[in-house]
Each structure stands twice: as C-alpha cells, then as structure tokens.
C-alpha cells in the first residue's frame, strides 16, 4: 500500500512537473513570438536604409501604423466600437479597411478609408485616435483625397457627394466647398499656403473634358477653374493628386500623362517634368504626391511598388522600397503619400492595409 502510494504521489509530482514545464515553454515560446513580432515601437529598423551602405543614406524607415497599438495611442471608447467596427479592448485589431490617402501636419495624421466611409485621425498630442465624418452633419460616403492647413483644419474631398467637407481638429463639422463649381470626379483637394486659396481636383472620366482644377477662396467661393483635358503643357489628362511646396508653388501628379507639372503661386506654368516607361526615373502607375519644405517631391507608384524622390527639377534622386509583402521595406501597393514638417513621410499600402512611416534624412537633395 505504502509503495502504491508512492507511486502514485511520484506520478503526480512528474504530471506536476510537465505541466510547469509545458507553460515555461508556451511562455518562453511567446516572449519569443513577441519579439518577432512587426512592432515599429518595440523593434529597431535603424538598418532599414535607402540607398543601402556604403552610400550615404537618405530615407531611414522608421516603422508602420495598422493599429493603436503600433503607437501606443488609447482606443476609443466602448461606444464608438460600433462605429470604427474594432472592439475598443483591442489595441492590435487593423484601424483601416481601405485606406486611400494621407495626410501629415504639427502632430496630426489623417487617412481616408473608402470602406468605412470615415477619416481617421491620429492625434499625438491627446495620444488618441478618432474617426471623424460619421455624424449626420459633415458625414462622408467615398472619401478620397485629405489635407490639413496651417490652422489644423482637416478638409476632405468626397467624391460621391462631389464636395470638400471641412473639420476641425477636434473632428467637427465646420462647412462643405465646393458649389459654384462642377464636377465628373473628385479626388483630391490642397489648400494654399498663405492665401489659404483651396484647389479641388477633378480626375475627370473617360468621355469627359472636365481634367482640371477648380479654385476657391478661403471663404469657399469658387474663383476659376485650371486646366482642361489634354497632352499639351498645361492641360490634364486623369489627374489624381495635388500637393503645394512651402512657398506657395502647385505640383499636380498628371497620372494619365505620367508627369508631373508645376505652376507658381499665380498659377503660371513653371514646369513639366516625366514620361511613361520602366527605366530609371519614369513613371508607370503613379499613385501619390507630396513635397517636402526643401522641395524634395515624393511619387507613389504603385507598378514598381516603390516611393520616388525627385529634386524640384525632376532629377530622380533615389528609389526607396522593393516588391513583396512578407518583411518591412517591402512595398505590395503603394497609394497616396504626406511629409510633414520635421520629415517624417506617411504613404499608404493598401494590400497591408497600413500606413509605413519613413523619414527624409534633412540632406537627402545632396
């Protein structure tokens, strides 16, 4: 009796021992899952550079946002679950469906998202982020292009109602431009700096002429229209992204022309620079626009699934990024693309429904 006993006290205490060996191993197994783990907050992608060494670098890639977690910034609230469709216990659950475009300003990052009809908007100084455009007054149906002034004012073009609908920084509702004018297809939207002048983009459509621009002033009213459908210097053919430099210059991405042009501040053609191919410094599905305050200008494309830096005159100065999906650095299909004052670059991939984050080193032209 005493050795059956034994026995089995000793065949407890080994089942004891596998289970306490079993959870050292699930739990070692995790801590080493979550160190494998694609977090841009934990993990250093400091050799994550472009062009790669010896060569002096220009972009340094700094990580990605898909979710709240990524920034350590809180979800919202239980009873905005319903409206962002992410349980608000769940900081690792994607923020975006469908992201589209980005924008960038004095902490502040904005992204539209066609399938959630929303805008979603980081806000680094309150560590939050929030959806806006889902109440009845300033509610969005097909958000595409986004922009921020200098007074933190979010506008957003929304293509369905063929309007720009304007928030604050908070996220109210504050007005809608955009009547005076008309149009086939509104993609995208850019505010003047200084004259606060606000330029909505019209992409226009296969049987349509309407290619241009329509302007407004900072009160909404329209003023004129820029452009037309055409090759010739000047005019537009499927134009689908708008982006100012600091001092005032207009650069519209003439996707269907695969160039880009620019016009000074009074809108006179300065120059056109670009053209169709597959060699070094073309264009081939060109997505997203932005320029840097040093007039570094920044195009998505979404063929060669990589980001192009070009000088103020065209000179293509590097190619960041390479085709693939599987690791950081890998691009699967790059969409619109912000810079903001300090140079941190925002630019969206749709297929990983996430916003990569770059930065342009402050010698990147040399």
């Not at 994607?94 to 960038?104: I, T």
């Not at 959806?131 to 097909?142: D, Q």
């Not at 708008?242 to 269907?256: E, H, I, P, Q, W």
Request: aromatic share 10%.
């Amino acid at each position: 009796m005493r050795g059956r006993a034994g026995l089995r006290f000793t065949e407890g205490v080994c089942s004891h021992c596998r289970m306490i060996f079993l959870f050292l191993t699930l739990l070692v197994f995790a801590v080493l899952l979550q160190g494998c783990s694609l977090n841009p907050i934990e993990n250093n992608f400091s050799h994550l550079r472009w062009p790669e060494p010896p060569a002096k670098a220009r972009v340094s890639y700094q990580g990605f946002i898909r979710s709240s977690a990524d920034l350590k910034l809180e979800r919202p609230n239980e009873w905005m679950e319903m409206l962002t469709g992410i349980s608000a216990s769940d900081k690792t659950a994607r923020v975006f469906a469908k992201p589209y475009d980005v924008a960038a300003k004095k902490g502040y990052v904005i992204l539209s998202d066609t399938r959630k009809k929303t805008v979603h908007v980081f806000d680094f100084f309150r560590k939050k982020i929030f959806p806006i455009g889902w109440r009845n007054e300033g509610r969005l149906v097909f958000p595409l292009g986004v922009a921020i002034d200098d007074q933190l004012q979010f506008f957003v073009a929304d293509s369905a109602s063929q309007r720009v609908v304007v928030y604050d920084k908070q996220g109210h509702f504050l007005r809608v431009i955009g009547e005076g004018a008309e149009f086939s297809h509104l993609i995208d939207v850019a505010v003047q700096p200084k004259t606060n002048k606000v330029f909505l983009l019209d992409r226009g459509g296969i049987d349509s002429t309407a290619h241009r621009i329509a302007i407004f002033s900072k009160e909404g009213v329209f003023e004129r229209y820029l452009g037309e459908r055409g090759h010739r210097k000047g005019l537009f053919n499927h134009p689908n992204q708008l982006a100012f430099s600091r001092k005032g210059d207009l650069y519209v991405l003439d996707a269907g022309n695969f160039r880009v042009q620019v016009f000074s501040p009074d809108l006179q053609l300065l120059r056109v620079w670009g053209q169709q191919g597959d060699r070094y410094g073309d264009l081939a599905r060109p997505r997203g626009l932005a320029v840097s305050d040093n007039d570094i200008i920044l195009v998505s494309d979404a063929a060669f699934q990589k980001l192009l830096l070009f000088d103020a005159q065209g000179r293509l100065l590097l190619n960041v990024g390479n085709p693939g999906a599987n690791k950081v650095g890998l691009f699967a299909l790059p969409g619109g693309v912000a810079i903001d004052e300090k140079n941190n670059i925002f630019f969206i991939d749709q297929v990983l429904g996430r916003v990569e984050v770059l930065k342009l080193l402050t010698d990147a032209s040399d």
